[in-house]
């Protein structure tokens, strides 16, 4: 057998691309952060995690175009060797003091820090016990790991408590789970996972991905519950809030002192370029300086989520910057896309293996700069939408539905 053979199998995407319904890798002509330039049309842009949307702002573009002026647009090695800049020591430093840890450091991506602090700190024997929504890179970390993986129901006390109850006592384990789950924009009831790893005796790893920049006055999840102390260990990444690339993780000292040296993904992969750090730095800034940012944020995610809740939209257990519009069908999901962008409107469509079989979902989340003109029109564009595709009831059913229920 030629191992290509699987190439000329798979078709889907092609016939996908045949029907005019492919959504992904699709390229934008522009972007200003809450509106972009997608097929030659402006479309209001709920698709992205430029959360604060800094990525334009102005003090965060000048520290990046100030860091390529002095050190160049690449640092051609690892941190562990030549890669290594004051810069990203600052870095390291910043956010240790920022998250409430004694140390952090600094990976090239979100999902190189997940890869390389999983599989760096659990050994033979050791286990790792996830949420069945934790993101891929964390099941990716967990594969290259030596130890075991097992898995507990989604935010599900009760099945989390069960598999900790099954594994043997004297093994080292790590409890892992996102602060706010990227797909439904729920927040991990921390305060209960805390309690139950502690009987069990597990570590906890934090992936605050999508709450640092949104919750706890922007330092994320871990504020929000008042539980820093607790959690062992804290991953952030720089490709929402922060408006660049790259990753960290913080926690203890020694622990964090482990990881730099059993990594692999951090010690074999070139370190982040120093406009990206500089970046961060300029975004921590107007974070820990303006407030407002991650004040606008909430309220505008808040007023999406009253205006679909108003149309009759099924937005799940929603409570962050993320709001799922739940559709099921994959076509139908598709369909919904494309009609979207026509009416000016860009979301990002999630099928399986993202969300499970029939639960299909446009993903949509919000920035600290949408205006309100912006999200009207997001609204406007999703009641017509949702309308025509039958996605939502009619407006004379919607109003006589909140009539009878008022
Ligand atoms: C929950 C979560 N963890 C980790 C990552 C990886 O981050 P990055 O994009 O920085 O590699 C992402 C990004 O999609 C994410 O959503």
Request: aromatic residues 6%; hydrophobic residues 40%; glycine residues 10%.
């Amino acid at each position: 057998m030629d191992l290509f053979d699987k190439v000329g199998k798979y078709t889907q995407a092609k016939e996908a691309m045949a029907q005019g319904i492919y959504p992904y890798f699709q390229p934008l002509s522009d972007s200003e952060g809450s509106v972009a330039i997608f097929d030659g049309r402006e479309v209001v842009m709920i698709g992205s995690n430029n959360y604060l949307g800094l990525t334009t702002h102005p003090k965060v573009r000048a520290a990046a175009t100030e860091a390529i002026e002095r050190f160049g647009t690449s640092c051609t090695g690892s941190r562990f060797l030549n890669g290594t800049l004051e810069f990203h020591l600052e870095l390291d430093r910043r956010l240790a003091k920022f998250i409430g840890k004694e140390a952090a450091l600094v990976f090239s991506t979100g999902y190189q820090t997940n890869v390389g602090t999983i599989s760096g700190i659990i050994g033979k024997g050791d286990y790792i016990i996830m949420d069945k929504e934790a993101h891929a890179s964390v099941v990716d970390g967990a594969l290259m790991a030596r130890g075991e993986m097992a898995r507990f129901a989604h935010n599900d006390l009760d099945s989390l408590d069960r598999v900790l109850q099954r594994l043997p006592e004297e093994a080292g384990k790590l409890v892992i789970v996102d602060g706010v789950y990227s797909m439904g924009g729920d927040i991990a009831p921390l305060p209960e996972i805390v309690d139950i790893s502690k009987r069990h005796g597990a570590r906890i790893l934090l992936d605050d991905a999508h709450g640092i920049g949104v919750l706890g006055e922007g330092r994320g999840t871990a504020v929000h519950f008042g539980l820093t102390d607790q959690i062992d260990l804290i991953m952030g990444t720089f490709s929402k809030s922060f408006a660049s690339i790259g990753g960290f993780i913080a926690g203890n000292a020694d622990v964090i002192h482990f990881i730099q040296h059993h990594a692999r993904s951090l010690i074999f992969s070139a370190s982040l370029p120093a406009p990206n750090a500089a970046a961060v730095l300029a975004a921590l800034d107007i974070i820990e300086n303006e407030p407002e940012y991650v004040h606008r944020v909430m309220e505008n995610a808040d007023y999406m989520r009253t205006g679909l809740r108003r149309l009759s939209y099924d937005i799940g257990t929603s409570n962050t910057a993320i709001i799922p519009l739940i559709i099921g069908d994959d076509i139908r999901t598709v369909l919904a896309w494309r009609a979207l962008i026509n009416e000016g409107v860009y979301t990002n469509p999630v099928l399986p293996p993202g969300v499970p079989p029939n639960k299909s979902l446009l993903r949509t989340s919000y920035m600290a700069t949408h205006t309100r003109e912006h999200l009207d029109r997001a609204l406007k564009a999703l009641e017509i939408v949702g309308e025509n595709l039958d996605l939502i009831p009619t407006k004379q059913e919607r109003e006589a539905r909140a009539l009878a229920e008022s």
